[in-house]
T-cell receptor, first 112, second 115 residues
Framework: QKEVEQDPGPLSVPEGAIVSLNCTYS??????FMWYRQYSRKGPELLMY????GNKEDGRFTAQVDKSSKYISLFIRDSQPSDSATYLC????????????FGTGTRLTIIP | DARVTQTPRHKVTEMGQEVTMRCQPI?????VFWYRQTMMQGLELLAYFRNRAPLDDSGMPKDRFSAEMPDATLATLKIQPSEPRDSAVYFCASADLPGGSEKLFFGSGTQLSVL
């Protein structure tokens, strides 16, 4: 079992819809959780990070962590075609985020 | 606009050949990572350096892969001899760790195809 599991999709939703992306992890020793966005033929870029249970909002994006169930979610409100990308969840080690473990990514397409 | 630069962007080679990938981290960043991305495994950490010293290379096949930082502006990843299973996108990332921003800055990657 991989330490971070993520549904690869692909996921297609109409513009304006709410998108829910999810990951589960298996090692509760890790404290940092992140979401990276990766456009085609580009490197990942950090979208959001959090180190505690609960919600963190940034504009149209909300990251949610439930440590009791080892579940990580990213919600995108009012989705736009520019949100079409692969989204990777990641978690950091006890020593900070030096050794990130990534999920395989979910490919998202927003249909205009 | 500071960014991580990787060369080459694409590399096609034959099995058994040596491959060298290069990375210029963001000026001032003290930590450099090498990741490999495949469809099946996703992003896997191969090795990383702090202030040019190797901290962890446990994710790297030791018999054929080697990673170095000849100076603060250059990191290299070498595969010798290359094999078809090495075909993947190799990413370099840099960051200011620990204590700085948690953000890793990734380059655009080297797409490697070994025939």
């Amino acid at each position: 079992q991989k330490e971070v599991e993520q549904d690869p999709g692909p996921l297609s939703v109409p513009e304006g819809a709410i998108v829910s992306l999810n990951c589960t992890y298996s090692n509760s020793a890790f404290q940092y959780f992140m979401w990276y966005r990766q456009y085609s033929r580009k490197g990942p870029e950090l979208l959001m990070y959090t180190y505690s249970s609960g919600n963190k909002e940034d504009g149209r994006f909300t990251a949610q962590v439930d440590k009791s169930s080892k579940y990580i979610s990213l919600f995108i409100r009012d989705s736009q075609p520019s949100d079409s990308a692969t989204y990777l969840c990641a978690k950091g080690s006890n020593f900070g985020n030096e050794k990130l473990t990534f999920g395989t990514g979910t490919r998202l397409t927003i249909i205009p | 606009d500071a960014r991580v630069t990787q060369t080459p962007r694409h590399k096609v080679t034959e099995m058994g050949q040596e491959v060298t990938m290069r990375c210029q981290p963001i000026l001032g960043h003290n930590t450099v990572f090498w990741y490999r991305q495949t469809m099946m495994q996703g992003l896997e950490l191969l090795a990383y350096f702090r202030n040019r010293a190797p901290l962890d290379d446990s994710g790297m096949p030791k018999d054929r892969f080697s990673a170095e930082m000849p100076d603060a502006t250059l990191a290299t990843l070498k595969i010798q001899p290359s094999e078809p299973r090495d075909s993947a996108v190799y990413f370099c990332a840099s960051a200011d760790l620990p204590g700085g921003s948690e953000k890793l800055f990734f380059g655009s990657g080297t797409q490697l195809s070994v025939l």
